[in-house]
């Protein structure tokens, strides 16, 4: 069964930089694409960034030039890099990884972040 796990919430202030990891076991596929999503409080949740197979990454507007995303050789992993961090950035954050296109894919637990301004 395929596992995702977030790690690297924290409390920072704003201006501060983040790195928010991604752990995925359990499958013998590779996956087609890794996102970010997250929620603030009340309200609902909202995509951040992806990361496809080919490579390609992808960026809502407001985190576009202060996010970054990145994942290691074997692909099990994801970062979420988050500098020049504002409040309106606080949220939980959860990873989703898709194994086939389309579909609803795995998620995590989430991990906390809150920028203080």
């Known amino acids: 069964q395929v596992q995702v796990a977030e790690s690297g919430g924290d409390l920072v202030q704003a201006g501060g930089s983040l790195r928010l990891t991604c752990e995925v076991s359990?499958?013998?596929?590779?996956?087609?694409?890794m996102a970010w999503y997250r929620q603030a409080p009340g309200k609902q949740r909202e995509w951040v960034a992806g990361?496809?197979?080919?490579?390609?990454?992808k960026y809502a507007d407001p985190v576009k030039g202060r996010f970054t995303m990145s994942r290691d050789k074997t692909g099990n992993t994801n970062y979420l890099q988050m500098n020049s961090l504002k409040p309106d950035d606080t949220g939980l954050y959860f990873c989703?990884?898709?194994?086939?296109?389309?579909?609803?894919?795995?998620w995590g637990q989430g991990t906390q972040v809150t920028v203080s301004s």
């Open positions: 989703n990884v898709k194994f086939v296109p389309n579909s609803v894919g795995s």
């Open positions: 359990g499958s013998i596929r590779s996956s087609v694409a």
């Open positions: 990361l496809y197979s080919n490579g390609f990454t």
